[in-house]
């Protein structure tokens, strides 16, 4: 059974351009939730998505959105990045029936 | 609202030595409880976890205890390995899947 895919792995961005990250669930997965690691923030939830809709959202600025696909693939988009923004993005899906989150290996970027 | 609260890393112990590595939370209710486990270049994995007071998880020699009275759930193991060594987090669950994560300990074990 395939894990939690994101893609690209990593990524270098200057201050100002946008970036969008792609997350493929586990098959059978319908929750999709993303979290940012940072060493000086630890682990921050930004959001989670359920069937297409935003179910929940952290505490970030509105630069950082996202949306779920009808494959229960979902996308993060951050605009206008700064240098605060570099991170490593961390996508999870959810067990139906259990919902253990299950990690992907995360998107790394660096925003120069 | 909820919080979780680790030890600082970095621990380093040599092999076969025994682990412990506090983790205390605050939250209304009584959410369920996880430690999570990074190993370099990658994501977190479940390590274990327990859903209600007074259930143990245990998972590959870890194990953890949810405690109600002092709000903790300390992660430990009785003789550690080298291949051990990561970064460990403890978390709660809120809604949905927020989970709120601490900010980590790194493990080191030496031969």
Known sequence: KAGVTQTPRYLIKTRGQQVTLSCSPISGHRSVSWYQQTPGQGLQFLFEYFSETQRNKGNFPGRFSGRQFSNSRSEMNVSTLELGDSALYLCASSAPRTGELFFGEGSRLTVL | ?111
């Open chain 2, 1 to 111: 609202g909820n919080s979780v609260t680790q030890m600082e890393g970095p621990v380093t112990l040599s092999e076969e030595a025994f682990l412990t590595i506090n983790c205390t939370y605050t939250a209304t209710g009584y959410p369920s409880l996880f430690w999570y486990v990074q190993y370099p270049g990658e994501g977190l994995q479940l390590l274990l976890k327990a859903t209600k007071a007074d259930d143990k998880g245990s998972n590959k020699g870890f194990e953890a205890t949810y405690r109600k009275e002092t709000t903790s759930f300390h992660l430990e193991k009785g003789s550690v390995q080298v291949s051990d060594s990561a970064v460990y987090f403890c978390a709660l669950a809120g809604t949905a899947s927020k989970l709120t994560f601490g900010t980590g300990t790194r493990l080191q074990v030496t031969l």
